[in-house]
């Protein structure tokens, strides 16, 4: 496996498993009306484990309810609740229910203090509890929300809400193994909640329980396989159980669907490139740059190339440079136009091209800029073997005065100058390009250079 490839495939995988590790205002529990019901429902009292409310305060929300009933009212009813809620005696079902009120009207910070009142004043109220945690949550205050959720689940709520809300926040925090535990039970209570199932998941990739992760995931595209990300969870939990292979026929189904971007196609290309299968992995790159060319990044698309070309696939390769030309055109910069240039002069030599061909790029990537010392290098290198040595120390030595550059510079000038049989001349070279840049191999080289240059002597 190349270091870049399987790098970049894993990247996207992570980047596609944080997909379900939505925001809060992403759950779509916030969009489901039975849930609003239930929560916007819960003004009523449960004598039998919650603070009592006095014949008073009775009248006072029966007036409440008409008021809230009437069109328009709902300022009014505020209004009278929170006087009544002034006076210091009342009870903390009048705080629990002006909590109610601002958290309908989207006041969190309102709904968090008034049921914060109202636990402070009876901390063994159940649905205070429950209800603070879950706007903690709406408003992603993830930490604050474990306390009294937790709570809630000690005085007796059981929940998949309670539970799901729980294992949200502590997966939000960072705590995987406790919203791990949480989330099975709320799937235990709801086993169809599409948000339990999505934040399992989650949990699963961050603990890297790859196998259950495949597994859950495999439900997920059972119940609606139109669905691309769910697709691409399953693909990366195989590439986490090392199944690549696994992971492209997923992305091939999203391919042949039309749910394929630029970046998925490349992955998939990525997987293909460490099987070595070449004309796979070079069609797959191809296809990416087809998705989106209008937007796609030149350098993606020379990356590929590159990474071909250094695994024995040359001929696969020149295509993608084909069609990089082809798309890009004028759009290419200096750097990638160099890019371009030198690999398609290595490509040139390895395949034992025409000398003037390979000589011709080089020139070419030289002129476009006269201080890259790696062109410069291998244009001398070229004319080294066409015995032009006069013109290769003359390129080697430019590329010598780049500091990047000169360990190289002087190594391979040093190595063509041993092959001339010119040992003297070769070990200051030498002896430069070890100082600049210590190898065990070329120290060996230069012990018998030196031996060398003292018999010719």
């Known amino acids: 496996m190349t270091v ?9 995988a992570w980047l596609a498993a944080a997909a379900v590790a939505v ?12 849930f609003q019901k239930q929560f916007l429902g819960s003004y009523g009292m449960r004598a039998e484990i919650e603070p009592p409310m006095t014949a008073v305060e009775g009248q006072v929300l029966g007036q409440y309810r008409t008021l809230m009933a009437a069109e328009g009212g709902a300022e009014k009813a505020m209004d009278l609740l929170a006087k009544s809620a002034a006076v210091s005696n009342c009870t903390a079902q009048f705080d629990f229910i002006l909590g109610q009120t601002c958290f309908q009207r989207d006041d969190l910070a309102g709904a968090a203090a008034w049921f914060g009142k109202a636990i402070a004043k009876h901390p063994a109220f159940l649905r205070a509890q429950k209800q603070l945690g ?8 993830f930490d604050r929300a474990i306390g009294p959720l937790t709570r809630a689940i000690d005085l007796g709520a059981a929940d998949d809400v309670t539970f799901g809300l729980l294992a949200h926040a502590c997966s939000m925090t960072d705590q995987p193994v406790a919203a791990e535990g949480a989330y099975r039970q709320a799937l235990m209570l709801k086993p169809d909640a599409l948000d339990w199932k999505l934040g399992l998941v989650r949990c699963l990739f961050k603990q890297r329980k790859f196998e259950e992760a495949a597994a859950l995931c495999g439900e997920l595209v059972r119940r609606d396989s139109s669905r691309a990300d ?3 969870l399953q693909a990366n939990a195989w590439i986490g159980l090392k199944l690549p292979l696994r992971a492209a026929a997923n992305y091939e189904i999203l391919a042949r669907t039309g749910q394929a971007n630029t970046a998925i196609l490349n992955a998939l290309g990525d997987i293909y490139l460490n099987e070595n299968a070449m004309d796979l992995a070079a069609d797959a790159y191809l296809r990416a740059l087809a998705r989106d060319p209008a937007t796609a990044e030149a350098g993606v698309f020379i990356r590929d190339a590159e990474v071909l070309a250094m695994r024995g696939g040359r001929d696969e390769a020149a295509r993608v440079i084909v069609r990089v030309r082809e798309t890009f055109g004028e759009r290419l910069g ?10 398609q002069a290595r490509l040139a030599a390895a395949a034992d091209a025409v000398p003037a061909e390979q000589a011709a790029l080089l ?11 790696e062109a ?10 066409q015995k032009d040595i006069e013109k290769a120390v003359f390129l080697f030595e430019r590329a010598e005065g780049m500091e990047k550059f000169e360990a190289e510079a002087r190594l391979r000038h040093g190595q063509m100058l041993v092959k001339a049989g010119r040992y003297q001349d070769a070990v200051p070279l030498l002896k430069r390009a070890q100082e600049l840049k210590p190898r065990d191999d070329i ?3 230069l012990e018998q250079v030196e031996r060398a240059a003292r018999t010719r002597n």
Do not use: F, M
């Open 363 to 373: 020139e070419e990537t030289v002129a476009l800029d006269p201080l890259d010392g």
């Open 23 to 34: 925001a809060a205002d992403d759950l779509t529990l916030w969009r489901d009306p039975e």
């Open 230 to 232: 769910y697709w691409l």
């Open 376 to 385: 410069l290098i291998l244009l001398a290198q070229h004319h080294a073997r």
């Open 334 to 343: 200096v750097e990638e136009k160099k890019r371009l240039l030198k690999l």
């Open 134 to 141: 879950l706007v903690y949550v709406r408003s992603n205050a």
């Open 4 to 12: 870049s490839s399987p790098l970049r495939c894993l990247a996207a």
């Open 443 to 445: 120290a060996r080289y």
